[in-house]
């Protein structure tokens, strides 16, 4: 599926400083019955959201007006646990674009790449940095550049570089998916598809 | 230059199609397994390309996330439910995939009939949408867990795109001990590497432990590779595994095995061969393991008492989070603490040899009445042989109920959702807030931790039941 082109993100932030956050609390299971790519955002950390009886929880961030913005920040170890894409997409359909964190889950960070979420892995030190600023004010903005590789707090123009292989670079610069690129080379896998043992 | 390889060298490296300069490796994708719940966007996605699956023929469906275990015989009654297991069947027959759906004699989960009926072989790379697609590593396949836009990228071109990762050997010499199972061991390690020891890593385990193990064994610690973050893990195959694959109904006869066979008689690690990360552990030393916090790393010796804040890895106000949910204290001790629940299934430990380990606990003793026991096989087939072996009068004798094949519990989609507050002791694989139902609380252990939870209606160490063999 073609997604928006990643170029510069000039955003607020979301601050989630809770590490190990597993992919059951972004999108539990019971919201994955559906049969379309639509409205995973509405259960985006449901039960970190809500209560049971779906009043809101008010001390979670998403429920306090003064944290908004396109860049959700969260604690180590982020997207742990299942594959479900649909945690990627209730973060992008909640309307982020990208997700920073000093360490990514494997699976859900492949799944950002290919929806058009961008992971931002920073150091321990940088992310801390910025869940103090965004804390002490929301208002706080972060510029993320795709091209340069790299993240700045504009408050006090602070900067780290992040890693990106190539390839996904140019596909989130230009709104590519990796289908386009298979079909392309479809020859190449029938002739491997024939001479593999099983 | 060596030529040496690791397992996972030999494995990849021959499925590569393509490598991309500072980019993924175009990997070959020989078995993919397809369930409702991640797969219906996928097949949208070829439908609104127009293309077709590209080899049906290496593509197995099967029901099981969704699925009710009581009454399969009757329409599903969650409308959302019925609705995704109808769209797989649909898109299975007009693609051409075979479809194992509810009420077939071989349905069952996904990681337990792949190799049941020999979809999962020596040497092949698998795919799913499900994490624990790491099940099948045990048979020395590469095996491990897509998200859904990579399903239908296998779907339309039987390729994905990955990053080759890293490689890491976990060794484990010596002898489990009375009580301690290949869940235990897995638990083990996952609370000594914690929940993103491994990410970036395919790990090989090797060592006397895993040898000594069944296949069924060795599927329950590759299943919970991926618990430890880890892309997936696999055992390197011997007789046990060739004598396993021999004669299911998917793989290869006669010449074909033979030439099957000399393919997979290469698959090892050579001697030299390079890990970037190499970890051995003192099989002997595992005791019985039970977790006590919401991630599969917070694990310990069952007989321990929960850690202190101070000293565990990672920040102490996730960890103090993490207890104020299970209701836990520092420092208590996980004996005697009285549960609710009790869930015996998953991919993780639904097997025939995970309902013999229960038997052999309940047996002559009774179902405390405090408990609400959930026994539920991987499937058909291990309900059959439940059957079968006598262990099923066993259960009920003991006031339990077999349920129907799925997935059931582990993840709480269907009906089988532990009520807010309640505290289970599950089989399954993870015990992160709310996995079980919203609101509930799980205690990690083997099938032997929780027959001894189930009889006693608390936290038991299995070794104090455990006859003695003389």
Known sequence: MAYDKFDILTSTAVPLPIENVDTDQIIPARFLKATERVGFGDNLFRDWRYNQDNTLKEDFVLNQDKFSGKILVGGKNFGSGSSREHAAWAVYDYGFRCVVSSFFADIFRGNCLNIGVLPVQVSAEFLQKIFDATEADPTTELEVNLKEQNITLLSTGESESFDINGYKKNNMLNGFDDIDYLLNIKKDIETFAESTPL | ?470
């Not at chain 2, 069924?216 to 973050?229: A, D, K, P, Q, Y």
């Open chain 2, 1 to 470: 230059m060596s030529a040496t390889k690791t397992l996972f060298d030999k494995v990849w490296d021959s499925h590569v199609v393509h490598k991309i300069q500072d980019g993924p490796d175009v990997l070959f994708i020989d078995r993919h397994m397809v369930h409702e719940v991640t797969s219906p966007v996928a097949f949208l996605g070829i439908k609104n390309r127009n293309i077709p699956v590209m080899h049906p023929e290496k593509t197995f469906a099967t029901a099981d996330h969704n699925t009710p275990t009581i009454n399969q015989h009757l329409p599903v009654a969650d409308p959302l439910s019925a609705n995704q297991l109808r769209m797989l069947e649909e898109n299975a027959n007009e693609y051409g995939i075979s479809y194992w759906g509810l009420g077939h004699a071989k349905n069952g989960i996904v990681h337990v009939v792949g190799p049941e009926y020999g979809i999962t072989q020596p040497g092949a790379t698998i795919v799913c949408g499900d994490s624990h697609t790491s099940t099948h590593g045990a048979f020395g396949a590469i095996a491990f867990g897509i998200g859904t836009s990579e399903v239908e990228m296998v779907l339309a071109t039987q390729c994905i795109m990955q990053p080759k990762p890293k490689r890491m050997r976990i060794n484990i010499n010596g002898k489990m001990s009375k009580g301690v199972t290949p869940k235990d061991v897995a638990l083990f390690i996952i609370s000594q590497l914690t929940t993103s020891g491994a990410t970036g890593y395919f790990v090989e385990y090797a060592g006397e432990i895993f040898r000594d193990m069944s296949m069924e064994g060795r599927m329950t610690v590759c299943n919970l590779s991926i618990e430890m973050g880890a892309r997936g893990g696999m055992i390197a195959p011997d007789e046990k595994t060739f004598e396993y694959v021999k004669d299911r109904e998917f793989t290869p006869k006669g010449a074909d095995w033979d030439k099957a066979m000399a393919y997979w008689e290469t698959l090892y690690t050579d001697e030299d061969a390079i890990f970037d990360k190499e970890l051995t552990f003192d099989g002997s030393l595992i005791e019985p393991m039970i977790t006590y916090g919401t991630n599969p790393g917070m694990g310990m010796g069952i007989s321990n008492d929960i850690p202190m804040a101070n000293d565990v890895q990672g920040g102490a106000t996730t960890y103090q989070k993490s207890l104020k949910y299970m209701d836990f204290n520092e420092g208590d001790s996980m004996m005697g603490k009285p549960i609710d629940f009790v869930f015996l299934g998953s991919c993780t430990n639904g097997r025939i040899e995970d309902f013999r380990a229960f038997a052999s606990i309940v047996k002559g003793r009774k179902k405390a009445d405090n408990v609400t026991a959930w026994l539920v096989p991987g499937s058909h087939k291990v309900e059959a042989a439940i059957k079968d072996e006598g262990i099923l009068d066993i259960l009920t004798e003991s006031g339990f109920e077999l349920r129907e094949p799925g997935c059931s519990a582990c993840l709480a989609m269907n009906d089988d959702k532990v009520p807010a507050g309640k505290l289970a002791v599950s089989t399954s694989n993870r015990n992160f807030e709310g996995r079980q139902g919203p609101g509930s609380r799980t205690l990690l252990a083997s099938p032997l931790v929780a027959a001894a939870a189930a009889v006693t209606g608390k936290v038991t160490d299995p070794r104090e039941l455990m006859v003695e063999l003389v």
